[in-house]
């Protein structure tokens, strides 16, 4: 829980956040509902039909990492500052307990050490709220938000969007239910939000989140105050599901974030309410009998071709030694992968996973990080790698370049600065590596036509990030499916080129996204699953759970370890 600014202040849908992490963090966190797609947005023919759900608007508090702040909002149930000698003043009254667990704003007008009680709410039923997502951006206008479908024919969608009114320098975001014409098959994106930027910065914006029936606690909070005016916020966390509550109607048309895929197969009718899960499966060892696994270029032989390495200890984010990345690749080779993939050069990313995967004989694809500090080559953050890439000796087991991970959705890198820095890193690596290049991207933004255009003639291989858990519509058996249907449409980008999936895995644990539930035994289905579809030609996501990460809005970012999937020996460091 954070001192952030007031709802006044929450108002602007464009907000400067500072972001440090390292060069492979995976951004999950602002994007469990994300949809950054901005194609078939105005489609001549498509109506959109308006009507308002009943409900209290809901407004997005966005949180700052400053301590303080001083409002500029006047206080209409202010509490009487206590002289500096007297005991601290009581907690401020709050606003009426919210129907849904949205973030309480506490505010604590004078100085002083400030005690808020715990609350719970308890939620009979599944609703859908607003809830703020984020994303960083370069300057320039953006289109952010929405909800995002594919259909394969024409087809009416009635789904809830997220909507924004300013009054004043207050800003209410409130659901309503819209009925969208789709005229023809296609990508399209419901109700998006349009801002303009003069900086880079981070984008916040509303976007449907469901709050699933439970018990949810916002914490007793003690806080201590040192300016006027200041609001505190307390999230609440989930107690669990009743187990008399029916399952969840289907939920609104995939909701793709930035992970536009495949339509999604009917939602399966409710179920009776079902008995505690079993244990997640134990995945079969490899059979004795097995051949070895043998890679054929960006294919193997067998249903795991490769999986993302990070050189990081598990627990706190630390690099690892050289030994402990030699055990780490050895336990990957035995696990039948042929390929790794690491995202950057830091932590000795180069020397070490590179000299391991030479002495087991694992493949590598190595990788540009694109961070928003610039899309340059020239950048000094892109410049180091650069460096170190070419002055690099084992290019004989590269088999891949990966310019950049999700720039273009992320708004580091527009499609032409791609393409140069594309072109930069290819021309700084010749006569040492002659192979193939791409980027990595999702497949809504593949799907734009100023992308592929700029792209599909530097880049040799179309890669893309495909995860079917951020999309609402699909269960974790029709994950492989799902991921076949992407791969299949991601092959229609570039004509003539191979393509490749770059990131995909699942959740071990964290919130339910529609029909996508994450667990460990939900995570073992959906492996399986993508294996049996479209695992010759997936680097799996991510060698282990990366607990020094912030679990995010979806309480997932750090549990996508796929150990117990694949039956891997890792530790926890």
Request: net charge neutral; hydrophobic share 35%; glycine share 8%.
């Amino acid at each position: 829980m954070k001192g952030g600014s007031v709802v006044a202040a929450l108002a602007a849908l464009a907000t400067g956040v500072s972001a440090v992490h390292h060069h492979h963090r995976h951004v999950h966190e602002a994007l469990f509902k994300r949809a950054l797609n901005n194609t078939d947005v105005c489609i001549p023919g498509c109506t959109t039909i308006w009507k308002t759900m009943t409900g209290e608007p809901t407004l997005i508090h966005h949180a700052t990492r400053t301590q303080t702040v001083t409002l500029t909002q006047q206080i209409t149930t202010p509490t009487p500052a206590p002289p500096p000698t007297q005991a601290p003043p009581p907690p401020p009254a709050s606003s009426a307990v919210p129907v849904v667990p949205t973030p309480v704003a506490r505010t604590c007008p004078t100085p002083g050490t400030y005690t808020f009680p715990a609350t719970t709410i308890t939620v009979e039923k599944t609703t859908t709220v607003c809830a703020a997502a984020s994303t960083p951006v370069a300057p320039g206008t953006h289109t952010v938000g929405g909800v995002t479908t594919v259909v394969v024919t024409a087809t009416t969608v009635t789904c809830p969007v997220a909507t924004v009114a300013t009054s004043g320098n207050v800003t209410t975001s409130t659901i309503v239910q819209t009925t969208y014409v789709c005229p023809s098959a296609g990508t399209y994106t419901i109700a998006p939000i349009t801002a303009t930027v003069t900086a880079s910065t981070v984008l916040v914006f509303p976007t449907p989140s469901l709050v699933q029936p439970g018990t949810y606690t916002a914490p007793q909070q003690v806080v201590t105050v040192t300016k006027t005016d200041f609001v505190t916020y307390c999230p609440f966390t989930s107690k669990g599901l009743p187990t008399t509550t029916p399952a969840p109607p289907p939920p609104p048309p995939a909701a793709t974030s930035s992970r536009v895929q495949a339509p999604p197969p009917p939602p399966p009718p409710p179920k009776a309410p079902e008995a505690p899960k079993p244990p997640p499966p134990k995945p079969e060892a490899p059979k004795a009998s097995a051949p070895p696994a043998v890679s054929k270029g960006l294919t193997s032989n067998n249903d795991h071709f490769g999986i993302t390495y990070t050189p990081y200890k598990p627990g706190n984010g630390d690099c690892k030694s050289a030994s402990e990345v030699d055990a780490d690749i050895a336990t990957i080779k035995k696990g039948g992968f042929t390929t790794v993939r690491v995202y950057s050069t830091d932590c000795n990313t180069l020397e070490n996973v590179g000299s391991s995967c030479k002495k087991h004989g694992v493949g590598m694809i190595v990788g540009v990080f694109v961070k928003a500090s610039g899309c340059d080559a020239n950048t000094p953050d892109i410049k180091e790698q650069i460096d170190k890439l070419t002055a690099w000796g084992n290019w004989d087991i590269v088999k891949l370049v990966v310019v950049g991970n999700e720039a273009i959705m992320n708004g580091f890198c527009t499609p032409q600065q791609l393409q140069t820095l594309v072109k930069t890193v290819k021309s700084r690596c010749q006569g040492k590596y002659n192979g193939q290049f791409t980027i990595s991207e999702t497949l809504n933004i593949w799907q734009r036509p100023d992308v592929s255009s700029a792209m599909c003639p530097v880049i040799d291989v179309t890669g893309a990030n495909i995860h079917a858990y951020f999309n609402a519509g699909i269960a974790p058996s029709g994950a492989g499916d799902f991921v076949a249907g992407q791969l299949s449409l991601l092959g229609k980008i570039c004509p003539g080129h191979e393509v490749i999936n770059l990131e995909c895995g699942y959740p071990g644990g964290g919130r339910d996204n529609g029909l996508a539930v994450p667990g460990a035994s939900e995570q073992a289905v959906a492996i399986k699953s993508i294996r049996e579809k479209a695992g010759d030609k997936t680097v799996f996501f991510s060698f282990e759970n990366d607990m020094w990460k912030p679990a995010g809005e979806c309480d997932c970012e750090n549990k996508w370890g796929l150990a117990a999937a694949f039956n891997l020996a890792v530790s926890v460091l």
